[in-house]
T-cell receptor
Framework: GAVVSQHPSWVICKSGTSVKIECRSLDFQATTMFWYRQFPKQSLMLMATSNEGSKATYEQGVEKDKFLINHASLTLSTLTVTSAHPEDSSFYIC?????????????FGPGTRLTVT | QKEVEQDPGPLSVPEGAIVSLNCTYSNSAFQYFMWYRQYSRKGPELLMYTYSSGNKEDGRFTAQVDKSSKYISLFIRDSQPSDSATYLCAMSLRPGTTDSWGKLQFGAGTQVVVTP
């Protein structure tokens, strides 16, 4: 149980275009989803927290107009990188939690590698 | 100064050896301490978690937390080539802490290579 999927697993886009990444909880209802970004050989950095039906809460320094997050259902959250630039190239990982009681009860997706050319 | 410090490695050990990993942190309010394993181009997988100080053992894995020193460790006994991965420590505040619910603070990860 507790499977989280992401789609696509790898995407290449041109500078200035937008790309959408999906995060799905396959066998549980995710009331909370987290979006992380990971640069090579660096730690996961939390970008934002989203609760189903509410606006996402962004971490300091993360542009909410650039990284649009939608959590419209209990099994799906999307991250849209708008007007992508090469510096947005990174590994984006989501995690999902159901009625989060403790921090470790969140399950990570396999990640999406974004390359902006 | 980063909130969580972790040596990125790589750490190379022969098969069967004990792998010793550690992290230090600066925020004394952290209460939950986790270790994740991440294979290349994959998402993190939870290995162990510990609440507050103490030791916890699960099979070949032992996690230790020393809150007085702000230092946590993970030991892997009888290491196997399949243990080759990046190991991330993570920690969080207690549940209910304002504006910090569920947020994990990760270390940079230590790359471990177990050679046959």
């Amino acid at each position: 149980g507790a499977v989280v999927s992401q789609h696509p697993s790898w995407v290449i886009c041109k500078s200035g275009t937008s790309v959408k990444i999906e995060c799905r909880s396959l066998d549980f209802q995710a009331t909370t989803m987290f979006w992380y970004r990971q640069f090579p050989k660096q730690s996961l950095m939390l970008m934002a927290t989203s609760n189903e039906g509410s606006k996402a809460t962004y971490e300091q320094g993360v542009e909410k107009d650039k990284f649009l997050i939608n959590h419209a259902s209990l099994t799906l959250s999307t991250l849209t990188v708008t007007s992508a630039h090469p510096e947005d190239s990174s590994f984006y990982i989501c995690s999902a939690a159901s009625g989060l009681a403790v921090s470790y009860e969140q399950y990570f997706g396999p990640g999406t590698r974004l390359t902006v050319t | 100064q980063k909130e969580v410090e972790q040596d990125p490695g790589p750490l190379s050990v022969p098969e069967g050896a004990i792998v010793s990993l550690n992290c230090t942190y600066s925020n004394s309010a952290f209460q939950y301490f986790m270790w994740y394993r991440q294979y290349s181009r994959k998402g993190p997988e939870l290995l162990m978690y510990t609440y507050s100080s103490g030791n916890k053992e699960d099979g070949r894995f032992t996690a230790q937390v020393d809150k007085s020193s702000k230092y946590i460790s993970l030991f892997i006994r009888d290491s196997q080539p399949s243990d080759s991965a990046t190991y991330l420590c993570a920690m969080s505040l207690r549940p209910g802490t304002t504006d910090s619910w569920g947020k994990l603070q990760f270390g940079a990860g230590t790359q471990v290579v177990v050679t046959p």
